[in-house]
């Protein structure tokens, strides 16, 4: 009877043999009738989610592979409306927020959208142990081992993860803090960009001098001075290679934003990650007079560290995640300045021309380059804007209502710069050129609720001022040491090189940084005035 059945329906000699075959296809059936026609039709007030084939498993190896193709297809699936929709991965659901009016009211709660809870997988993934994070949050009372009123360190007596993120501020927001970082900063890219210095980007030498590798260069030199800042010398010292490995972390670090599975230990973030915790653990094992160079912010997170009680490798994980922080963004948006700034000879001299204005008597003024210069300022912002793959993640702690959805406890949202920065109905039908007087015709646009290069609300990044000036530093001191053209006869089939390429490939953290293939190559010679 059954088989005569199958029959009828078309399934022939097939038999029994293909039974399970067609109850899971008839399940799955089902369950993709369910889950993405007739739940939306009966609750309304949820987020869509885009379709999937494979519960539980949902949109994980798509989201890895390339999170902005699979963000583009969801925002298309929802007909480019910008309403909030959800992509489930193995961990959660994500709700992606790309509508500006909804990013408003998502920086501005922090109840039903607490950072604490991201912050905390954060410091997990990072290597935190349980023990740990809970000395990591604890509130020192009286009685406590940690209670030390009227210390220098932590005179306010709070937790040690809120007592980071206080000092981290201090550092990095304007005033004496950060200026001294700025400065060290700036001394070391003088110190490197150097016409005998240059090994570590030459690939060549030309009849107009030297060859150089734009993504070295950016590379190395900006990891260099950061390390520097950040360090001094001491890091160099218990590991010579320490700028790449950390430009190999930093290269695959969507892996422990995201943990992403490493099976048998050969994921490519394995190794640097290790070597890093190693050098980092033995910089904290230093007498504190052999860590003299240190910035001001890590003396003082390391210091309450230790009176929490901290173990080592989770203090050296706290110690990874700043250095990391603080590596994952301006070389590669110094990359693109120069790609397009060299790609164009007008664009090349009006920015050298600026450049030039802010050196009195041989000594670059940083605070007059970053107030005064309007047209690189205009092609700084709009490479933020082109470039800008970060993703501001929250955990939804209590239901909350954004737009017309409401959101549900357990999921996260996610902001994707990129998605805002390409919003059609707010920078128009040519949001995917390169236009570098965009911001100098429409001033306003930088305040604009769908420009987030540097997040928003509480997490609104507190080294953006620094950030302007080692950037402006970096391509002012490159001007005034060298001249610098786009090297000719090197692109396909002996022509005119080609503009690199946005590298998509998997999560962005950041500035997304060029094709690893995609380099520009640079004819460079020493000034002599």
């Not at 969801?74 to 910008?82: D, E, I, W």
Request: net charge neutral; with cysteine.
């Amino acid at each position: 009877m059954i088989i005569e059945i199958l029959n009828l329906i078309g399934f022939g000699l097939l038999g029994l043999a293909s039974l399970p075959f067609v109850f899971f296809a008839v399940a799955v059936a089902f369950w993709r009738l369910w889950s993405f026609t007739i739940k939306p039709w009966l609750h309304p007030e949820d987020p869509v989610d885009l379709p999937y084939w494979i519960p539980y498993l949902g949109h994980s190896l798509s989201f890895f592979g390339n999170s902005d193709k699979l963000l583009e297809k969801g925002l298309n699936y929802v007909g480019r409306s910008h309403a909030i929709f959800g992509i489930q991965t193995l961990k959660r659901k994500l709700y992606i927020i790309t509508d500006p009016a909804d990013v408003s009211v998502a920086f501005n709660n922090n109840t039903a959208l607490h950072f604490d809870g991201h912050l905390n997988e954060l410091l997990i993934n990072f290597g935190f142990s349980g023990e740990a994070l809970r000395r990591a949050w604890h509130v020192p009372q009286p009685g406590d081992w940690c209670y030390l009123p009227g210390n220098a360190v932590n005179p306010d007596l709070i937790s040690l993860n809120r007592l980071t993120e206080d000092v981290y501020r201090k550092q990095l927001l304007p005033g004496e803090k950060m200026d001294f970082l700025c400065k060290v900063f700036l001394e070391s890219l003088t110190n490197t960009l150097n016409w005998e210095n240059l090994d570590f980007c030459i690939v060549g030498n030309t009849e107009k001098g030297k060859l150089l590798s734009l993504q070295k260069l950016c590379r190395y030199t900006m990891v260099e001075a950061t390390t520097q800042s950040l360090f001094g010398g001491h890091l160099h010292q218990l590991e010579p290679k320490i700028v790449d490995y950390m430009l190999r972390y930093n290269d695959n670090a969507w892996m422990v934003f995201f943990q992403y599975p490493d099976l048998f230990g050969t994921s490519p973030i394995t190794e640097p990650r290790r070597m890093l915790t190693k050098v980092l653990e033995e910089f904290l094992q230093l007498p504190d007079e052999e860590r003299n160079e240190q910035a001001w912010s890590i003396k003082t997170i390391t210091a309450w560290q230790e009176v929490m009680g901290i173990d080592l490798r989770a203090r050296a994980s706290v110690l990874l995640m700043i250095y990391w922080a603080a590596n994952s963004n301006e070389y590669n948006i110094s990359f693109w300045v120069l790609a397009h700034v060299l790609h164009n000879p007008d664009l090349l001299q009006v920015v050298q021309d600026e450049t030039e204005m802010a050196w009195v008597d041989g000594k670059l003024d940083i605070k007059y380059l970053c107030s005064r210069s309007p047209n690189l300022d205009a092609i700084f912002n709009e490479a933020l804007r082109c470039n800008g793959g970060a993703m501001v993640s929250r955990i939804v702690m209590e239901p909350i209502t954004i737009g017309d959805k409401l959101l549900k406890p357990g999921n996260a949202i996610i902001i994707p710069s990129r998605q805002l920065h390409m919003n059609e109905k707010v920078w128009g039908q040519n949001r995917r050129e390169f236009d570098a007087f965009r911001f100098k015709r429409q001033k306003n646009l930088s305040r604009h609720p769908s420009y987030r290069p540097f997040g928003g609300g509480n997490t609104y990044c507190p080294g953006r001022v620094l950030a302007k000036e080692e950037v402006f530093g970096f391509l002012a001191i490159l001007f005034r040491r060298f001249h610098l053209n786009l090297a000719e006869g090197v692109g396909p089939n002996g022509g005119r090189q080609n503009f690199p390429s946005l590298d998509d490939s998997s999560p962005a953290l950041g500035i997304t940084g060029p094709v690893k293939s995609h380099d520009v190559l640079i004819s460079t010679m020493a000034r002599t005035t």
